[in-house]
Structure formats: structure tokens, C-alpha cells
């Protein structure tokens, strides 16, 4: 009774009640949210992690415009049948530079975060290009006009500056290069190529990715960053294959 | 609705709008190699214009005092007619979308027109054009009829409103230009949230002000709800927006958070936007047109008090059950199912209250469509709300996550309860609010019930078997230990679900165009009817003619 007694006087206060709310909804994502940023075993370690190229971000930049994530989901769950369709489960380390993440919530395509290298390069442009002329009874819009138009790279430097900024170990000189190494990822005969690797290590992969050398097309980027998923570390299939071997 | 306002009034309205198109006249400076210009633009000529309306009736005759008598109703009259131009776009767009999924040549070979830019624009056009101008009329009017206070001023009503339709405007615009952050249901950029933030914070302290100016000692339960909703909204929206955008002149940000923390803030903003933005409202609308058009008070006001602050806690921390089996550590995991289910204790109160409320009035549920609208929004509300705590279970989750169950129970929720609360809601204060006997037609809105109920029903029992059909799918073996079905092969399973999803959403939009049609002409219908004498800001006699909740 006196439960309801107070809650009687609380009710006559505006304040009361708007301190009331803010207290009693704070508290779950206190809980939740905060334990995330400390404690150290939330996110795995992945020593020799790449980062995401220019290219690639540019990629990723247009597979949130187009609203990709709104049908293909980049989470492998910790279940049998996702294993045995799209490989290893995901972990976390795995999207540690994904500002935002793109775990998605809805597959209508399939899952896509071990998509990379699995198909190749014209594939996926003639899938991006029609998707039904692969895959006939597909459901996903064509993206035809990805082919034709010219990628904008004279600010990626920009771009990348926002990324070190929230946390993503870009240097100066991969800041500086931007541009030129955008350009020299879709062209691998080009000079600066040697740059890309420089920076961004070994495991890069140079090529025309829409089958046009000299073009830097929106296809070039969006190829490249849907080669690139699942491949920055590999700590996910290691991880399988050492618990193997322990056993 | 100009001449209404003071002198004064006018002066700071045209002040307002004219920082507003100084701040688009920047935006188009910065943003002029970006589409951020065009958003500027945007801003700048809609500001434009209303200084331009605002002006034509700059010396029109000042109003007379009388006005202070009355409540004031023109923003919850706009609000009205807004919300339901948004849902007509909304639901045909949703109907659009649902279609291309038939059949995905309906892209017209456009950019702009395919699925993963429209289907922002049909949530949010539904979300929060709809609701969340159906929110704001409907708050305007019951705050001042429970506190028996008009609004303090005539400028921060309009303000808060029609910035709220900027906001709308500008995300549902930039989503077709390509202008996304990617978090579902928080997708336009960081000037955008900006903005909204502006909006959101004179909106509760237009509530707060005009609370502290009320008659009566209580404040009533809808008012608990929608100050939660302003309150929580705004936590929701600051916290998951953080970012750091590409310069001052691109509309391109990135978010402050990465991975899993970033996929945690999402699903705790987003799980709350449905508590707080689609359900705490609507609480808040069901609590007052409901005891009002049944004629009968709230069941139990001790119920309302545990709904009420079992919902703002427990709601909280369920947003992780997004996330089952994911690489979300397993102890968030756990806690969020743990409150999912908890919190159909709180849900089941707030159904049961409404049924209980009603009952002794079924006459009138029979004989009143628009009493029926708000039945079958609480049975739908107690169905969603238990078919949730349901699958935030992990083991079923394991199943529904990913397919389409998960849209079936979203659309139970947000046609069956949201939009069916804002339909009985709307026919029941628009002959109140424009002074009419009665709405232009109660045989469309009978028809518009059954068409609304139709196309729910058809709705979620086919997504329902499309997403158990395609959990299933996927995780059927062969006697050899392989996996049965490609994924091309659900496709194929999936494709008669989909014809029927978009023939429920197709009616529903039916429903919906009869309802804004029905609007429509009860407020051009000619004479109005006699004032109601409780229906003034005065104290005439304590709790006469309201739902009171106090004991």
C-alpha cells in the first residue's frame, strides 16, 4: 500500500516523475553496454589484422548506400547449419573496424560475411550487373549503373581521417595516398601499385575488379570490399583449427 | 491558423524560420560538392516559404483574447492531417517494396526506387511519419485536457511539429539519394539527428511547461507514457548516433562505435524504439481515447502504475535478444532474454487493462468500429507482446532470427496495435478536435476496419510459414549429413508467401487511403457542433468528463 501512497505523491510531480524515468531506464544499458568497452575478453585479438583500403571502405561506403545490409546479413552464428553453409562462426575481432557494423537482421540473400573470394571477380559483376543472370530466380535489385559511374576518390582522405578518428589505426602516409592508392588497388600495373602493398600488406589483392584496368568505377569499389569480407584476419578459421589439433 | 497568433508570435516565428534558412544557406556554402546541398536547399526553401505564409498574414488583425479560453488545437489538427498523408506514402511504399520482392524488375532500373533505399523510406514514413505525427497531435491534445492548461505559447507547438516533418523529410529524401548511417530505424545522417535533437528537447520542455501550468494536482497515466517517450527517445537517439562525420560539408559520418559495442548500442536503441517510440506513445494515446470513446474509466490504476514502470525497466535491457548465438559475449546474451520474458508480465497488465476496460462495454465494441479499432489493437498488443517474450528465447530465436517471422511480428505489432491505436484514436478526436457530431462516414470506417484487420491477418500468417518454412529449410540435413536445401532453393519455397504479404499489405493500404479519405471530408463537412462544456481549460469541476486515474 504504501508502494501505491508514494507512487499517489509521485504522480503530482513532473520532475519526480521525469528523474523516475530517466533512473529507471538508465540502468539496463548501464548494465549491458558499458562492460563491453572494459572488459578485454569482449573482443579476441588479432595480431597482423588489416585494415579496410580505400578502396574497400569506398566499397562498404556503397554497400550502406545501396542498403545492403537491409537483406544480407555479415554474423555467422554459433549454429551447426551456418557453419556448414556459410564457414567458421564470426567473431567479434572480426568487425572491430566495421564503423558502423553490418551484422544485419534479415537474410533475404544469404549471409555474406565469408563471401570474399568465393566467387570471382565477373561474377559478381555480372551478378551486381543483373543478378538474374546468374541466378535466375533471385530476388535482388540490379545495380547496372555501378558500371558506368566514376568512383570519387579526392576526398577518401577525408574519409579515412573520420576513421582514425573513431578509432581505426589509418597512418599519415596511407591518409596522404588515399587517392593514388585507390586508383592503383583497381589498376595493378599502375606505379603507385607497389605503394598499396607497402601499406596495407601482403595479403592485398590488386586487380581490376570490374574487368576495366583503366576506369576506377563505383563496381571496382564494391567488388573489392565484397572480396575483401571475411579475409582481414583469419582468426576465425585458426581458431577451429587449433581447437582441432588440441584434440 | 496564422491569425491566431500574436504579434509577437508572428515576429518570432518568422525569426525562427529565418535562422532555420540561414542554417540550409550554410549547408548548401558547405555541402556544395555533396548531397548535402541539396538537403540545404531543402531547408532553405522550406523556411522560405514559411516565412512567406507567415508574412502574407503578417497584418491580419491581432486575435482576440478569447482564444485563451480554448484550447489550443491547430497544431494537433495539422499534426492529424499529416499523419495521415504520411501513412498513405508510408504503407504504399512498404505495398511497393513488398511487391518488388514479387517481382524485382519494379525498380524501374532506377537507384533511388530499389529495395535497400525504399525500405527506409517505408519505416520510416510509417514509423515516424504516422506515428510520430499521430504521437505529437495526440499528445498536444490529451496534455491540455488532463491538466486542464493550454498550451503555454503558440509558437513552440508549430515549432516542435513541423520540425519534426523537416526531420522526416530529410531522412525519408536522403535515403533515396543514398544519404544513410545503415542502423535500422536511426538511418539519416548526423546533421539530421542534430536536428532532431533540437526538436526533441523543446518538445518535453513544452511538456514540462505546460504540466507545471495544470489545474489539476495529478498527472495523468497517459502523460507518464508520453513523457517517457520523449525522455527515453532522446537518451536512445543521442547515445546511438555518436559519430564523426567525413568533414562539415558531407552528409557521410562514422559511427563513434565499431563491432560488437556498435551492434549492442544498435539493438538497444532499436529494441527500445519499439518500446518507447511504439509502444510507451501509444500507452500513452490508448489510455485516453480509450476510457473516453468506451465511456468508461480505467479498469485499474494500480495496473497502469506496474505496466507503466515495469515497461521503462525491463524494456531496457531486452534489446540483446537481437543478437542471440551472434559474437555478443553470452552473458548480455542471456540477461536480455532473461527481461524479454520478464517483460510480458508488465505487457500482459497494460492488454489486460484494456479488455478489462472494455468489458461491460461490448455493446459498443459491437455497434463502434471505432471502438473496435482499439479492442483489436489491445488483443494484438497482448498477442505481439507474448509472441516477442517468445522469441527472445534462445532455442526459438535459433529458428526465427534472420526470416521472415521476425517481419510477421513486427507487422502484428505495427498493424495490429500501433496503426490500429492510431486509427481508433484519429476517428475518435477529429470530430472532437474540428467540432463536428460524428465522422463524415462510419460505414468507410467500418470498411476500413475490416479491410485494416483483413490485411493484417493475411499479412503475418504469411510470414509466419515463410519464416518458419525457411528456418526450417535451412537447417534440414540429409541422411548423409549435408545440408538439404541451397539457398536459391528457399527463394523458390518463400515466392507464394510473398505474393500473399503484399495482397495484406495491399488492403491494408486500401484501409488506410478510406481513412484519409473519411478525414478528409469531416472537415469539410459544413457546421459544427455545440461545445463541449468540459472540453475547456478551466477547472470547472475537478475529474468531470475525464478519465481519472486517482483513487
Known sequence: MSLFGFHYRLESKAIGLTLGIIAAASIGGMVEIAPLFTIHQTVEDAPGMRLYTPLELAGRNIYIREGCYACHSQMIRTLRDEVDRYGPYSLAVESKYDHPMLWGSKRTGPDLARIGEKYSDQWHVAHLNNPRDVVPVSVMPAYGWLLTTELRTDDLDLHLRAQRKVGVPYTDNMIANAASDAYAQSNPDAPQADGVIKRYGKATTLRAFDGQPTRLTEMDALVAYLQVLGHLTDAARKSIAEVEAGQ | ?551
Not at chain 2, 485536457?145 to 536522403?174: K, M
Open chain 2, 1 to 551: 491558423m496564422i491569425a491566431q497568433l500574436t504579434l509577437i508570435e508572428r515576429q518570432h516565428a518568422i525569426m525562427i524560420s529565418a535562422a532555420i534558412a540561414l542554417l540550409g544557406g550554410l549547408m548548401i556554402l558547405a555541402g556544395r560538392d555533396d548531397l548535402m546541398g541539396v538537403h540545404g536547399a531543402l531547408i532553405s526553401v522550406a523556411s522560405i516559404i514559411m516565412i512567406f505564409r507567415i508574412g502574407g498574414s503578417y497584418y491580419a488583425p491581432p486575435p482576440s483574447e478569447d482564444r485563451l479560453r480554448h484550447y489550443y488545437d491547430d497544431p494537433s489538427k495539422v499534426g492529424i492531417v499529416l499523419s495521415m498523408m504520411w501513412v498513405v506514402v508510408g504503407l504504399a511504399v512498404g505495398d511497393w517494396v513488398a511487391w518488388q520482392l514479387v517481382n524485382p524488375d519494379l525498380t524501374f532500373g532506377a537507384g533511388w526506387s530499389s529495395f535497400g533505399r525504399l525500405r527506409p523510406v517505408h519505416t520510416t514514413s510509417v514509423i515516424f511519419g504516422f506515428g510520430g505525427n499521430a504521437l505529437i497531435a495526440t499528445s498536444f491534445y490529451v496534455l491540455q485536457r488532463t491538466s486542464r492548461a493550454r498550451l503555454p505559447d503558440q509558437v513552440t507547438p508549430w515549432f516542435v511539429l513541423f520540425g519534426y516533418n523537416l526531420f522526416c523529410l530529410l531522412a525519408v529524401t536522403g535515403y533515396m539519394m543514398g544519404i544513410t548511417q545503415s542502423k535500422e530505424y536511426a538511418e539519416p545522417e548526423w546533421y539530421t539527428d542534430l536536428w532532431l535533437v533540437v526538436v526533441w528537447v523543446t518538445y518535453f520542455i513544452l511538456y514540462l511547461r505546460t504540466l507545471a501550468r495544470r489545474k489539476e494536482p495529478h498527472i495523468y497515466v497517459s502523460n507518464w507514457y508520453y513523457m517517457a517517450f520523449i525522455l527515453v527517445v532522446a537518451m536512445l537517439h543521442i547515445v546511438n548516433n555518436l559519430a564523426v562525420p567525413v568533414s562539415l560539408g558531407h552528409a557521410k559520418s562514422y559511427s563513434a562505435f565499431s563491432g560488437v559495442q556498435d551492434a549492442m548500442t544498435q539493438w538497444w536503441y532499436g529494441h527500445n524504439a519499439v518500446a518507447f517510440f511504439l509502444t510507451a506513445g501509444f500507452l500513452g494515446m490508448m489510455y485516453y481515447f480509450l476510457p473516453m470513446r468506451a465511456g468508461r474509466p480505467i479498469y485499474s490504476y494500480r495496473m497502469s502504475i506496474i505496466s507503466f514502470w515495469g515497461i521503462t525497466f525491463f524494456y531496457m535491457w531486452a534489446g540483446s535478444h537481437h543478437l542471440h548465438f551472434t559474437a555478443l559475449p553470452q552473458w548480455v546474451q542471456t540477461l536480455g532474454m532473461t527481461f524479454s520474458l520478464m517483460l510480458l508480465i508488465p505487457s500482459w497488465a497494460s492488454a489486460g487493462n484494456v479488455l478489462l476496460t472494455l468489458n461491460g462495454a461490448w455493446d459498443k465494441v459491437r455497434d463502434d468500429a471505432t471502438l473496435r479499432f482499439m479492442m483489436v489493437a489491445g488483443v494484438f498488443y497482448g498477442l505481439t507482446t507474448f509472441e516477442g517474450s517468445f522469441m527472445a528465447i534462445r532455442s526459438v530465436n535459433s529458428l526465427s532470427h534472420y526470416t521472415d517471422w521476425t517481419i510477421g511480428h513486427v507487422h502484428a505489432g505495427a498493424l495490429g496495435w500501433v496503426a490500429m491505436i492510431t486509427f481508433g484514436s484519429i476517428y475518435a478526436c477529429v470530430p472532437w478536435l474540428w467540432k463536428r457530431e460524428r465522422m463524415y462516414s462510419p460505414k468507410l470506417i467500418e470498411a476500413h476496419f475490416w479491410l485494416a484487420l483483413a490485411g493484417t491477418v493475411i499479412y503475418v500468417f504469411a510470414m509466419w510459414n515463410s519464416g518458419i518454412v525457411q528456418g526450417l529449410m535451412w537447417r534440414t540435413y540429409n541422411e548423409s549429413g549435408t545440408l538439404a536445401y541451397s539457398f536459391v532453393d528457399t527463394l523458390v519455397a518463400m515466392h507464394p508467401y510473398y505474393i500473399a504479404r503484399a495482397v495484406g499489405g495491399l488492403l491494408f493500404l486500401i484501409g488506410g487511403c478510406l481513412g484519409a479519405y473519411n478525414v478528409w471530408k469531416t472537415i469539410k463537412l459544413p457546421g459544427t457542433a455545440a461545445e463541449h462544456a468540459g472540453d475547456l481549460p478551466q477547472p470547472v469541476v475537478l475529474g468531470a468528463g475525464i478519465p481519472q486515474a486517482a483513487e
